[in-house]
């Protein structure tokens, strides 16, 4: 085999392992939404901070809002390797790694998924992305940006 077979090789090889054992991102902090820079789909939302606490693959986070004039605090625990827990409204979620991007599902207390969101750290890690995508046709969607505070 030529030199440049083995490096090819090797590429081949290592790459993948190189990507497998990339670190996931640490999504703990205090995060902002900023409105200016969000897409809510319609949805009434003036302030919203959330306090996340993130050590793999424990995820807490507490969210304060106001949403069409009324204030409102919610809190969730989850873990990002894929097993189901509850949420506080009944329904049933799970988290997972799609390499960096934080991917979970939502099912309702019926058992049906009401939506996907999948989050994103960028690489200064001051901004927060998290695109959700409900499950029906009637709901819109919203494209979530959230600056550290």
């Known amino acids: 085999m030529s030199v440049f077979g083995k490096l ?8 993948p392992l190189a990507l497998f054992a990339a670190p996931k991102p640490d999504f703990t902090g205090t995060w902002k939404l900023n409105l200016d820079e969000s897409d809510l789909g319609g949805a009434p939302i003036t302030a919203l901070t959330v306090q996340i606490r993130h050590k793999d693959p424990e995820f807490k ?5 106001t949403v069409d004039g009324q204030d409102f605090d919610e809190s969730e625990t989850f873990t990002t ?44 890690g001051k901004t927060c992305t998290r695109d959700y995508v409900p499950a ?4 819109p969607k919203r494209h979530e940006v959230y600056e550290k505070q």
Not at 61 to 65: D, I, N
Not at 136 to 139: A, E, F, G, L, R
């Open 61 to 65: 986070y507490t969210a304060k809002a």
């Open 136 to 139: 029906d046709d009637q709901t």
């Open 8 to 15: 090819v090789l090797l590429a081949v090889v290592l790459v």
């Open 81 to 124: 390797d894929g097993k189901p827990g509850r949420d506080s409204r009944g329904g049933t979620m799970t988290a997972h790694w799609d390499g960096a991007v934080l991917v979970s599902d939502d099912t309702g207390p019926d058992g049906n998924l009401a939506y996907t969101s999948r989050m994103t750290l960028s690489e200064d």
